[in-house]
Each structure stands twice: as structure tokens, then as C-alpha cells.
């Protein structure tokens, strides 16, 4: 199983060479902060600037996307877009791999996706399509609009996620926060009813140590893990608080 550190937290953005140095023992890194508007915003654009982190090399580093709603008003164009940033990134940055984030594009309305099935098969096209250009990528990552069980409302083959099981690649990896945007306990257990819904393989985007919406607290402990999932957790983006969860 994979672990790994996602860069995806608000209003904050490491430099380069934050983690230079780093010994723990992580297999990925998601580079996907909000505040890089080339990712979000700016996502049909070209970040002609943009560089791997500066990271030891057993790392995978994963480039993620965030297209915004209005997506599908063309989406013939957006999608030549889409491979041609995510080609950018691979062949030119020099990532390793790629995600697509789907989650919290509209904030003022969040989690209204739950009930829209439409929606659900929209975005596993649009998966399919990149998992079909990109035939060669071992792994591509995807965080759907709904992505926790609050979220989902009790809407499951009738909903968002629905859509997305019935035409969604077997083989993309889905990201899951557990029962909650910042889960309380993720466990084998906990987690067995999405993976027994989905049969896709799932990873853990774990927000306990999460702080961008109380800048004033931090939390510690062992970092969360199971044995038959994957793991990433996006943490504080203060890096030397950072370095110490890494380590634990």
C-alpha cells in the first residue's frame, strides 16, 4: 500500500524545497495546493514556470488538477485542455503521475452534488477519457465532488456516486475522507462499505491534522493507517510541524 503527503490545504503554499530533506518513509507526494491558481482558477492555462518539488527521488510526485464547474459548458475544449496540462506536466514538469480533484468547486453549495447521478457519470467520462489518453500512467488519483459519507447524504446508487460507479475505470484510485470531511476514526471497518460499493481502489485522504480552518490549533498523534488501503494526509503546510507528523 502507498503512503504519502498531499499539498492541498488553503491559503497556504510551500516553497519549492520545503522538504528537501525528508527521511520519512513516503511513497507520494500530491502536489494540489488551493492557493496555486493554475491548478484551480487558472486550470486551463499553462503554468510555464512550473517545476517538480524538490524531493528525494524515490518519490512519486502527483500533479493535480482542479477544473472548475464550468467545465462542461464545452466539453470537447476543456477536455484537449485537460490532456494538454496534464501532458505539460508530465512531459515537461516532470511529474510522475496525475490526479484529478473534483471536490469543493462550488463552496457556497457544498455537497449539493450528493443527489446528482448526471453529474456522477460526467466526471467518470472525463476520467475514463484521461485514464484512456494517459494508458501508459500506473495510477491516476481522483477526489470526487462527494467524497465522505456526510456528504453522500444516504444518496448512494440513486446520487453522485452512483453515476460514478456505473461508468467509472475499475482501475482509477478514489480518494475518501471516511465518514466525515475530518473523520473521528478511519479503520478497515469503517472504510469496508465505499470499497464494497465502489470495488475501485481507494485511498484515505486523511484531514486530522488538517488546521487551514482553525489556524490557531494544531493536532498531533501517530498518523492514521490500515492495512489494506492506501494513505495520504494533507496536513498543517507549516513545515516543521510538518516534519515532525512525517516522522511519527
Same mark, same amino acid.
Given at each position: ?17 520545503? +522538504? ?11 502536489? &494540489? ?36 464547474? /464550468? +467545465? ?52 467518470? /467520462? ?27 447524504? &444516504?444518496?448512494?446508487? /440513486? ?15 478514489? +480518494? ?42 494544531? +493536532?498531533? &498523534? ?17 513545515? /516543521? ?8
Amino acid at each position: 500500500m502507498f503512503k504519502g503527503y498531499i499539498e492541498g490545504y488553503y491559503s497556504r503554499r510551500l516553497p519549492i524545497d520545503a +522538504f528537501k530533506d525528508l527521511k520519512a518513509p513516503i511513497s507520494h507526494y500530491f502536489y &494540489g495546493p488551493k492557493e496555486d491558481i493554475y491548478l484551480r482558477h487558472r486550470w486551463q492555462e499553462l503554468d510555464k514556470n512550473l517545476k517538480r518539488r524538490i524531493l528525494p527521488k524515490k518519490i512519486k510526485q502527483v500533479y493535480c488538477v482542479s477544473p472548475t464547474s /464550468e +467545465f462542461f459548458i464545452d466539453i470537447k475544449e476543456n477536455l484537449k485542455l485537460l490532456k494538454r496540462k496534464l501532458s505539460h506536466a508530465l512531459e515537461k514538469a516532470g511529474f510522475d503521475e496525475i490526479a484529478i480533484f473534483f471536490d469543493d468547486i462550488d463552496v457556497t453549495n457544498f455537497g449539493q452534488e450528493a443527489a446528482e447521478k448526471d453529474l456522477g457519470k460526467k466526471h467518470a /467520462e472525463v476520467l475514463n477519457e484521461i485514464s484512456f489518453h494517459f494508458s501508459k500512467q500506473k495510477n491516476i488519483w481522483f477526489c470526487p465532488s462527494i467524497y465522505n459519507l456526510s456528504l453522500s447524504k &444516504g444518496i448512494f446508487d /440513486e446520487g453522485y456516486l452512483g453515476g460514478l460507479k456505473e461508468n467509472l475505470n475499475k482501475h482509477i484510485v478514489i +480518494f475518501w475522507t471516511g465518514d466525515n470531511v475530518i473523520s473521528e476514526k478511519i479503520n478497515n471497518s469503517s472504510l469496508r462499505p465505499i470499497q464494497d460499493f465502489f470495488k475501485n481502489p481507494i485511498a484515505i485522504w486523511d484531514n486530522f491534522y488538517a488546521n487551514d480552518y482553525c489556524p490557531r490549533r494544531f +493536532f498531533l &498523534g501517530p498518523r492514521r493507517s490500515t492495512a489494506e488501503y492506501n494513505v495520504m494526509f494533507n496536513p498543517t503546510g507549516m513545515i /516543521e510541524t510538518d516534519l515532525l507528523l512525517l516522522s511519527l
